[in-house]
């Protein structure tokens, strides 16, 4: 999966997984569904490459956890 990282960086924030990788042991991240597409009913009319969550699972200082992270690049658009 390629992600948006950039678009994050012009905003002066980190990515998604920028954040997960932050988070957990170094590289002991491991994604799970990474090649999901998205799923069609809330966003039917749209062309999103997957649904803007990104999860797996990783170590803690060696104990294991299950993580989930918002990729906001997605969908990037305002509630009405």
């Known amino acids: 999966m390629a992600y948006n990282i950039m ?4 905003r002066f924030k980190l990515h ?3 954040r997960l ?3 957990l ?3 002991s991240f491991c994604e799970i569904g ?3 597409a998205e799923h069609g009913g809330t966003y ?3 062309e999103f490459p997957y649904d803007g969550v990104i999860t797996g699972y990783g170590y803690i200082e ?3 956890v299950f993580v989930y992270a918002q990729d906001f ?3 990037d658009f305002k509630w009405r």
Do not use: G, P
């Open 7 to 10: 678009k994050q960086h012009a």
């Open 62 to 64: 060696k104990q294991l």
């Open 34 to 36: 990474k090649d999901v």
């Open 25 to 27: 042991d170094k590289e």
């Open 21 to 23: 990788n932050l988070l």
């Open 44 to 46: 039917s009319d749209s």
């Open 73 to 75: 690049t997605i969908c």
């Open 16 to 18: 998604a997984i920028e």
